[in-house]
Nanobody
């Protein structure tokens, strides 16, 4: 099994940037499709981005396409989410998720078996 720990969340002004990190231990993260989800208070958890095992393919929610970039750093067994041009509606707890069976097109919560604890991102206006 793989363990995931997110970091990098915090407070940022609208238009600013943050980089989230998902550090894995126990297994190589390259064996898993890895994604980011987010959940705002009172809202359902929603898909943000995913990256294939090889890192050659990515998938983004329409709401973040062109602003967020997901990437792998295999030397550190880490997946990052660079968030640019942040908007107040991006405010949420961001979760890293991974799964050994599904591919990068997976966008549903149930398709991911391993989850981190979440990191808070707050974007002020």
């Amino acid at each position: 099994q793989v363990q995931l720990v997110e970091s990098g969340g915090g407070l940022v002004q609208a238009g600013g940037s943050l980089r989230l990190s998902c550090a894995a231990s126990g297994r190589s993260l390259t064996n898993y499709v890895t994604g980011w989800f987010r959940q705002a208070p009172g809202k359902e958890r929603e898909f943000v981005a995913a990256i294939s095992r090889s890192g050659g393919s990515t998938n983004y929610a329409n709401s973040v396409k062109g602003r967020f970039t997901i990437s792998r750093d295999s030397t550190k067994n880490t997946v990052h989410l660079r968030m640019d041009s942040l908007k107040p509606e991006d405010t949420a707890v961001y979760y890293c998720a991974a799964d050994p069976s599904h591919g990068f097109t997976a966008t549903m919560v149930w398709q991911y078996n391993y989850w981190g604890q979440g990191t808070q991102v707050t974007v002020s206006s």
